[in-house]
C-alpha cells in the first residue's frame, strides 16, 4: 500500500499577505532599533556636554575603572608621588655632584631667611631629608597652591588670585570657576616651566645640581606633581564647593599629632620629651569646604580638614638638627593656606600616630 503525505495548502493570497505583514513588521524593528542608537548617541553628547560644562570630560573627572576621584584615590596618587621624591633624593644623596654639608647648606639657604648656613654640617642622612624638604616646599608652593593654567608664571599668579577672590566670596562658584578653567589649562609641566618654578623656588640648591631636572626613573618629579595638581583642582568631588591646599610643617615646628604622620619612630616623643619637626617628607593637604550655615542665613567660617597628613621625620629620628638650636627657625607660614589657623586647629588630638 502506498504512503500518502498530507499537507497544509494556503491560496496565493494567503501567503503573499503573510509575507507582507511579515516584511512590514521588520520594516519598523529596524526602525527602532536606528532610532534607540540615535537617542543613545544624543544622551552620549548630552552627557559629555555636561562634563564639559563641570570642568572635563567624565574620562578625566573619573579614575582608573570609572570612580570618581575621591578622598582616597588622592591618598594613593600622592603615595605614588612620594616614591618617586623619595627615589630622587637618594640617588642625589648617593652620588652626590658636591658634598653632603654644601647641599645641605644650599637648601638651608633656600627655605630659611636670615640663617647663617656657614657653620652648618650635615650627614648623608640629613642631607636625604632635606633634599625632600625642599621638594615639598617647590610642590607646595610652586604647584598646588599656585593654579597652573598657562605657560605664563605672572598669568598663572593672577589667576590664583582671581581663584582667591571669588572662594572666599562663594565657594561654589570658585569650585565651578576652577573645574572649567582648568579644563583649558596647559596638558603638561614643560620643562622649562619646571625650571622656572625650581628657580624661583630653591635657586641655590639647583645651582649646587647645576641645573638639572629632577627625575625619578625617567619621570619628572615637576611633571608628576602637576598632573596631581590638577587632578586635585579639577576633580568633581562629592561637595561642590571643596577646595584642596598643601601645607608643609616648619622646620623645628611642635609634632602637632593631627597635622603630621612621623615615618620613623620618636624616642623622644614616646618618653614625653620635647621633639621639633626635623624634616617634611611629603606636604599635607588640607580640603578647604563652606561652613554650615547659621541662622541669620549666612555661612560661618570656612571648614579645614586634613585628607592626609604631612609626612615628618622628627629631629632625633634624623640624627639631630644641623642648625644651631640659637638660631632655630621660625620659618614664615604660608599666607594663601593659613598654617596658623590650622594649626590652632589641630594642636589637640590623639597620639601620634606611626609609619613603619
Known sequence: MAYQQTQDVVSGDQYRYALTNFRIAHEKVEEQRVQLEQQERQVAQ?????ALLEGGTITQRQGRGGNTVDDFSIKNA???LDKLINRWAADIVRTPPTTHTELCQAILADIISGIDVASVQATSMQTQCYLR???AETISEGIINCLIITNSSDANVQLTRIHEHIFARDPTVACVWRRQTFSAAVD???PEMSLSILFEQIPELMGQ???ALPMSGGISILESAYEFSRMLHGSNTNSGDAFYRAFVPELGS?????????VKRCLKSERGELDRVGATIFPGLVK???GPPLPSGEHSDNVQNVVRRAQVICECAMGGSPIPHTQHPKMPTTGALGLDDINAALRDGPPVQYQY
Do not use: D, F, K
Open 46 to 50: 548630552l552627557r559629555e556636554r555636561i
Open 78 to 80: 600622592a603615595s605614588q
Open 133 to 135: 624638604h625642599a621638594m
Open 188 to 190: 603638561s609641566c614643560t
Open 209 to 211: 645640581l647645576n641645573g
Open 254 to 262: 611642635t609634632l602637632y599629632p593631627r597635622q603630621i604622620e612621623l
Open 288 to 290: 578647604v569646604t563652606r
